[in-house]
């Protein structure tokens, strides 16, 4: 198994602001994924952070608007740039590890005012 | 496009009633994934189940794959309070990446 430390773990920002949401592992990795979820909903993949190269983002998901980072094997931030009171919604991260299994931090809680 | 419709979206019981909730696809899955999410907290794997016909069980929860791998159900007897939550499956394609379904929020009324 892995774990994950996300931070923050919530705040509250003004529109046109950025945040970087941090994600940490506990062991080497090669998989980390970010998604989005409304509270009580499913998840949404924003992208996949691919070490030593740049994001693999799904539809609907520019490198503008969330750029990523993947340093090593242990670590990825997600930015949310440019942020609009539509941006308001729960990042997680991911680990993965082997037979596709994820590991997920307890989420950041965004709130865009 | 790989699909996973997980139903019943919502669901509501008393404290001791079997329940069990579905997930479907007309894709096949390599392996799918069930997770528990609480509020506040991220999603918690509870089990994979990757061969066709296959059957785990933790404790009052019981997961079944499909033949075909097409789909899964998850079977809890004698529902606790404790196991509120929202209930999500999840398959892989053979991709590192996950399909989920909608999730299925369920609520134990004591």
């Known amino acids: 198994s892995a774990v994950i430390s996300q931070k923050p773990s919530r705040d509250i920002c003004q529109r046109g602001t950025s945040l970087t949401i941090q994600c940490q592992v506990d062991?080497?990795?090669?998989?980390m994924f970010w998604y989005r979820q409304q509270p009580g909903q499913s998840l949404t993949l924003i992208a996949t952070?691919?070490?030593?190269?740049?994001?693999?983002?799904e539809s609907g998901f520019v490198i503008d608007k969330f750029p990523i980072s993947r340093p090593n094997l242990t670590f990825s931030t997600l930015t949310v740039s440019n942020m609009s009171p539509e941006d308001s919604s729960i990042y997680l991260c991911?680990?993965?590890?082997?037979?596709?299994?994820?590991?997920f931090g307890a989420g950041t809680r965004l709130s865009v005012l | 496009t790989q699909l996973l419709e997980q139903s019943p979206q919502f669901l509501s019981i008393q404290e001791g009633e079997n329940l069990t909730v579905y997930c479907n696809s007309s894709?096949?899955?390599?392996?799918l994934q069930w997770y528990r999410q609480e509020p506040g907290e991220g999603p918690v794997l509870l089990v994979t189940?990757?061969?066709?016909?296959e059957v785990k069980k933790l404790k009052r929860l019981t997961f079944q794959f499909g033949d075909a791998r097409k789909d899964s159900s998850l079977h809890i007897t004698a529902a606790q309070p404790g196991d509120t939550g929202l209930y999500l499956c999840?398959?892989?394609?053979?991709?590192?990446?996950?399909?989920f379904g909608k999730g299925t929020k369920l609520t134990v009324n004591p």
């Open positions: 991911s680990a993965g590890q082997a037979g596709n299994i994820q590991y």
């Open positions: 062991s080497q990795v090669t998989m």
């Open positions: 952070a691919n070490q030593g190269s740049e994001a693999t983002y």
């Open positions: 894709s096949v899955f390599s392996s």
């Open positions: 189940v990757v061969t066709g016909g």
């Open positions: 999840a398959g892989s394609g053979g991709s590192e990446k996950l399909v």
